[in-house]
């Protein structure tokens, strides 16, 4: 089991900045793949930033030089830099963590998912 839990959410005027943060309960080295997903109202969530072991990471075309995903090893968090923000950014944040267990059945994957916060981007 892990448990996320974000903050930093807020109002904030276009082009200003804000940063998510997601506090994990386990070491982030047991977590393959830690991302940042966003909910508008009436629309599907949808990925926003992922970081996977080793690294790499992978951002939705939408905030690509925008948006930055970084971890911290030593505090078990992950972030979420979100610069230039548009409007149409506007949505709940949620801080996803998915965990891989090998078997003898096969792999298993488990995603857990933080409360989510409120970024609201006023024009």
């Known amino acids: 089991q892990v448990q996320l839990a974000e903050s930093g959410g807020g109002l904030v005027q276009a082009g200003g900045s804000l940063r998510l943060s997601c506090a994990a309960s386990?070491?982030?080295?047991?977590?393959?793949?830690m991302g940042w997903y966003r909910q508008a109202p009436g629309k599907q969530r949808e990925l926003v930033a992922a970081?996977?072991?080793?690294?790499?990471?992978n951002y939705a075309d939408s905030v690509k030089g925008r948006f930055a995903i970084s971890t911290d090893n030593a505090k078990n968090m992950f972030y979420l830099q979100m610069n230039s923000l548009k409007p149409e950014d506007t949505a709940v944040y949620y801080c996803?963590?998915?965990?891989?267990?090998?078997?003898?059945?096969?792999?298993?994957?488990?995603?857990?998912w933080g409360q989510g916060t409120q970024v609201t981007v006023s024009s």
């Open positions: 386990t070491s982030i080295f047991r977590i393959n793949r």
């Open positions: 970081i996977r072991s080793g690294g790499i990471t």
């Open positions: 996803n963590a998915m965990t891989v267990v090998l078997t003898t059945a096969g792999r298993l994957e488990y995603d857990y």
